[in-house]
Each structure stands twice: as C-alpha cells, then as structure tokens.
C-alpha cells in the first residue's frame, strides 16, 4: 500500500508540472486555432534561462519564473505576430504546422549551439531535502514544484474569468469575426495570447528544471506531452489542462513502476488513442468549441 501510495504521489507532483507546461499550448489550440509544434523550444528555453540565473546570479528558479516569463512573453507575441502571422494569412492555418515545426527545429539548434547538447539540471539549496508524511517521502523541489504550478493555474483561471482581456479573449475564441465587430482587436489578442502562452511555457520550463534534467533535444518530448494533455483533458481551459495533465502524470507513475520505465510511452499513446475513439473532445470538453 505504501508503494502504491508513494506512486500515486509521484504521479500527481509529476502531473501538476505537465499541466502547467501543456496550458498555454491548450489556449492557443482553443483560441487561435494552430497547433504550435514550438511550445515545448519555450519550455526548454525557460528551463536554460532558470539555469543562467540561478548558475550566474544565484536567483532561484521560482524566483526566476516572473522574469523569464517576461523575457519569452516578449519573444511569443513577437513570433506570433510576424513569421505565425504571415504564414496563416498568407496561405493557411494547416501552413501553421509547416512553419512551426521548422522552426522548432530552428530554435532547438540555436540552444544547442549557445547551451551545448549536454544534459543539464538545476539543483537549488533545498534540492536534496525531503518530507515525511508516514512511510511516504516527498523531496521538497517537487513540493514546491507542485505548489508553484498549481498557484501559476490558479491565477491563469481567475484571469480569464474575471478580468476584461480573459473576457476579450474567450470572446475572440468563440467568435472571431463578432468580437472584431464589437471593436477588440483581433490580432492583438492573439500576439497577446500566444505571449502569454510562451510565458507560461518559459515558466514551466524554469519549474522543470529543478525536477528533471533537460536538454534542447527533450523540446519535442514537451511538445508531445501538451499535446496529450489538451486531448486527454479538453481545449482551452486551466481545468481541462489540469485534469489532463494529472491523469498523464499517474499514466507515466504508474506504468513506470508496476510495468516499466520504458513503456511509458507507449501507455501515453495508448491512452491517448482510446480516448480520441471514445471522446474525442477531451474529459471537459473544448471550452471555445461550441461556437466556433
């Protein structure tokens, strides 16, 4: 019972940090409607900027999370509103997959040529302590992995309720064309939420970092398990990132325990098939899907 108990634990701090890394992947499939193949070159890059100020200036890396988040904002709303811009309105949304995929491989070059392709890893001050709950240890960077993940969806689900760019910006999802009517710029939203996106990522990336060693080359295993969280969980929400994100964490614990560490990927898939044969629009459904 003990192990079983200790598995599950692990699988939840793990599926706190998945959801976190898949959210913003979630609001740009909900909202802008593109599947951006470089959301997880967002998470390492956050994950690589945690490293430099915690290596170089000795900030710790959920300390780092507001200025690196503030850095790939920037870059994000750059992105999207100059190479993702002009490949949607210049040939399609599908161009979208092309474009993002080259330059994931791009940007993944680039932080292998500037970080080299060894395995890295941030150890903070508290990264070799541990908390007993009974027979159950927790190590602290992954408690506070966990707290710092569930705090950075919290806000992100307040903000889309309660204030006027969450509104404007489930309104541009829904319906692109009435919300232009009604005077949002449509463009700007969608720099801001592809910002947005890249900040959270950047976040993820720096909560990561103190949990999993990374490298340029884990982008594309990033990139896969967002995709899977936004399938398994639903389009566009916080929650659905949330509920899809923890169900992939006890996946992998599980699977890695009682079946194999290598197999985990296969389980993933599996699951992930399974249930785009028997509900296709996730646990929760695609929040902006109704009326799109």
């Given at each position: 019972m003990d192990l079983f108990l200790q598995t599950a634990l692990n699988g939840l701090v793990l599926g706190g940090i998945f959801s976190l890394a898949a959210v913003g992947f979630s609001l740009i499939f909900g909202v802008i409607g593109i599947v951006n193949l470089t959301h997880g070159v967002f998470?390492?890059?956050?994950?690589?900027?945690?490293?430099?100020?915690h290596d170089s200036f000795g900030i710790d890396p959920l300390i780092g999370v507001l200025p690196i988040g503030a850095v790939?904002?920037?870059v994000g709303y750059a992105y999207q509103r100059t190479i993702i811009?002009?490949?949607?309105?210049r040939a399609s949304v599908e161009a979208s997959l092309v474009v993002t995929f080259g330059m994931a491989m791009v940007f993944r070059n680039l932080l292998q040529l500037w970080f080299g392709p060894d395995v890295q890893a941030i150890t903070p001050s508290y990264g070799f302590q541990s908390v007993a709950i009974g027979e159950i240890r927790i190590d602290v960077v992954r408690l506070a992995a966990?707290?710092?993940?569930?705090?950075?969806?919290?806000?992100?689900?307040?903000?889309?309720?309660?204030?006027?760019?969450?509104?404007?910006?489930?309104?541009?999802a829904q319906q692109p064309l009435a919300a232009s009517l009604c005077g949002l710029d449509v463009r700007r939203i969608f720099g801001l939420?592809?910002?947005m996106s890249a900040a959270l990522?950047?976040?993820?990336?720096?909560i990561i970092g103190i949990v999993q060693p990374f490298s340029a080359a884990?982008?594309?295993?990033w990139t896969l398990n967002a995709f899977v969280v936004v399938v398994l969980g639903g389009i566009g929400s916080p929650?659905?990132?949330l509920i899809g994100g923890l169900l992939l964490g006890l996946i992998n614990a599980f699977t890695a325990q009682y079946v194999g560490p290598a197999l985990t990927q296969a389980m993933m898939f599996l699951v992930l098939v399974g249930m785009l044969l028997l509900r296709p629009q996730g646990i929760l459904g695609a929040a902006y899907g109704e009326t799109r």
């Open positions: 998470v390492v890059a956050g994950a690589y900027l945690a490293l430099v100020l790939l904002f920037a811009h002009w490949a949607v309105s966990l707290g710092a993940s569930m705090v950075i969806l919290l806000a992100l689900a307040l903000m889309l309720a309660r204030t006027h760019f969450g509104r404007a910006m489930r309104a541009v939420t592809f910002g990522a950047g976040a993820s990336g720096a884990t982008e594309v295993a929650a659905g990132a």
